[in-house]
Nanobody, 124 residues
Framework: QVQLVESGGGLVQAGGSLRLSCAASGRTSSRHAMGWFRQAPGKERDFVAAISWSGSSTYYADSVKGRFTISRVNAKNTVYLQMNSLKPEDTAVYYC?????????????????WGQGTQVTVSS
């Protein structure tokens, strides 16, 4: 089992930045690809970004490409999501997810573990 805890959410004005963190604990000796998803009220949980276990491969949703950056520090069992140039439409609960294996995936159903989420609110 892997436990994931997100942090770093909050309220920010449009154009601002936030950095989300996801700390993993438990069975972290296994290799895990990681991802970030988000869910706005009344909408489905959508893919945002993913990263391979090594950190050498990343993938982004078109809506965040060029504004968000996913990264990881395996020695700290932590994954980050740097969010710049935030827009009101980025407002959502952001979830961290882990998948056992080295290669990143982007399908919601492909992830094995999920965090509880952290709220990000972008005001206009």
């Amino acid at each position: 089992q892997v436990q994931l805890v997100e942090s770093g959410g909050g309220l920010v004005q449009a154009g601002g930045s936030l950095r989300l963190s996801c700390a993993a604990s438990g069975r972290t000796s296994s290799r895990h690809a990681m991802g970030w998803f988000r869910q706005a009220p009344g909408k489905e949980r959508d893919f945002v970004a993913a990263i391979s276990w090594s950190g050498s491969s990343t993938y982004y949703a078109d809506s965040v490409k060029g504004r968000f950056t996913i990264s990881r520090v395996n020695a700290k069992n932590t994954v980050y999501l740097q969010m710049n140039s935030l827009k009101p439409e980025d407002t959502a609960v952001y979830y961290c997810a882990a998948r056992t294996g080295s290669y990143y995936v982007i399908g919601r159903d492909e992830f094995d573990y999920w965090g509880q989420g952290t709220q990000v609110t972008v005001s206009s």
